[in-house]
């Protein structure tokens, strides 16, 4: 019998906590008197990239709503909450960079109104980091004081005051994920995506403990084009020339993942946007109707590019974990540590690394690579901080 917590690998402390609240929040709905006693309004489920965040967000909604108060994931309120349709589950996807003021005070407006199935109101922020402050500022304000039947569930990668401000993370009840480890990643694999157990292992160790990656790895061969590219770039490092063309490389296909994943939506907007706005006319009006249009059709541009630089930002940074990953196999063969290499299929490069560079040669590479993500995500720009590393990596 799989409930709404199933999907959530490896995170038995996460999913006990969840349950319980959940028992507690059916309780609060059946004994109006003591109507909030008890019950916590605000959430955050924090974890590294793939562990789950979002994942336990929903299925913690879904309990929520549904109708036995467990998470059932067969009554309608698990199942429209899973499939992102209940009346009463408002989900925040940021697109862009960030999530602007505007859509979160609106947010926070229709969460305030008294919930149509007569449960909860529930509002999940995926990526509470990328709020601007502005945003988070009026979030604030609705989580000091949250409605009695509104309940919010944000999603960071921690609770460090760069992700989310210090009063916000003090208003909200913690739900720390941890990395779930390859074992459990390789076993969901083959439970329910029926992938062979020796393909499920190898991608639950090459995606490094993030389960959306390692199904992308298993199924896709694009996804596995794109990792062999990117472990191939140790070996192609012979001089400076070598390492800016590996930079300029591993840019640009950054570039074209990030183009092909954003083509279609973007071209659907465009389309459904022209539609509605009609084509031309030359009545009395047709002039304003005209420059507002024009205003829209530029602020769609505005969010789709925002969207594609982050599209580009994730696939960089992807390539970027998986580079860390070789290295790190060069550390442990470095020290001898007794550990399952990141990459099986580049065990035996990452050795000969390991002996050519010693330990201390492998760890000054493996920092090259994450001194790269820090500066990307602070701004740096991307080329610039992918040809320092690669000039890092040739040199050691
Ligand atoms: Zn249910």
């Known amino acids: 019998m799989s409930d709404v917590f199933a999907e959530l690998v490896g995170q038995d402390d996460a999913v006990d906590t969840l349950r319980r609240a959940a028992a507690a929040a059916a309780d609060v709905l059946r004994n109006t008197a003591g109507a909030g006693a008890g019950m916590t309004h605000a959430w955050i489920f924090t974890g590294p990239p793939g562990s789950g965040r979002s994942v336990a967000a929903r299925a913690f909604a879904a309990a929520l709503q549904c109708v036995h108060g467990t998470g059932c994931g067969a009554c309608p309120g698990c199942h429209t909450t899973l499939t992102g349709t209940h009346a009463d589950v408002r989900l925040v996807v940021p697109e862009g960079l960030s999530i602007g003021v505007t859509e979160m005070r609106a947010l926070v407006l229709r969460a305030a109104s008294t919930p149509s199935g ?11 980091d990328r709020l601007t402050e502005a945003a988070g500022n009026a979030l604030l304000k609705a989580v000091e004081e949250p409605p009695p039947r509104t309940v919010f569930l944000l999603c960071a990668p921690s609770t460090h005051p760069e992700d989310v401000s210090v009063t916000i993370r003090s208003r909200c009840r913690l739900v720390p994920l941890r990395q779930p480890p390859p074992g459990a990643v390789a076993e969901v694999l083959v439970r329910r995506d029926g992938i062979a157990p020796d ?4 991608a639950a160790a090459a995606a490094q403990g993030h389960v959306g990656r390692a199904r992308r790895l298993a199924r896709d061969p694009q996804a596995q084009q794109r990792r062999s590219a990117v472990l ?4 192609r490092l012979t001089g400076v020339g070598a390492a800016f063309d590996a930079a300029s490389a591993l840019i640009e296909a950054a570039e074209a993942e990030a183009e092909a994943a954003v083509a279609e939506t973007d071209a659907a907007e465009k389309a459904a946007l022209q539609t509605a706005l009609g084509a031309g006319g030359t009545g009395r009006g047709a002039a304003g109707a005209a420059r507002g249009s ?3 059709i530029k602020e769609l541009e505005k969010r789709q590019k925002s969207r594609a630089t982050r599209a580009q930002r994730d696939a960089l940074d992807r390539a970027l974990v998986d580079l860390a990953g070789f290295y790190r196999d060069a550390v442990t063969a470095a020290v001898g540590a007794p550990v399952a290499p990141v990459h099986t299929d580049t065990a035996e490069l990452s050795r000969a690394g390991a002996q050519k560079w010693t330990a201390e040669g492998a760890l000054r590479r493996l ?15 991307p080329r610039i901080a992918v040809e320092a590393m690669m000039l890092a990596l040739w040199k050691g």
């Open 294 to 296: 024009a205003g829209q």
């Open 199 to 202: 393909v499920a292992q190898w």
């Open 232 to 235: 191939g770039v140790p070996r």
């Open 118 to 128: 007569g449960r909860w109101q529930v509002v999940i922020v995926e990526d509470a």
């Open 367 to 381: 920092e090259a690579v994450l001194e790269c993500r820090q500066a990307i995500t602070a701004n740096v720009k």
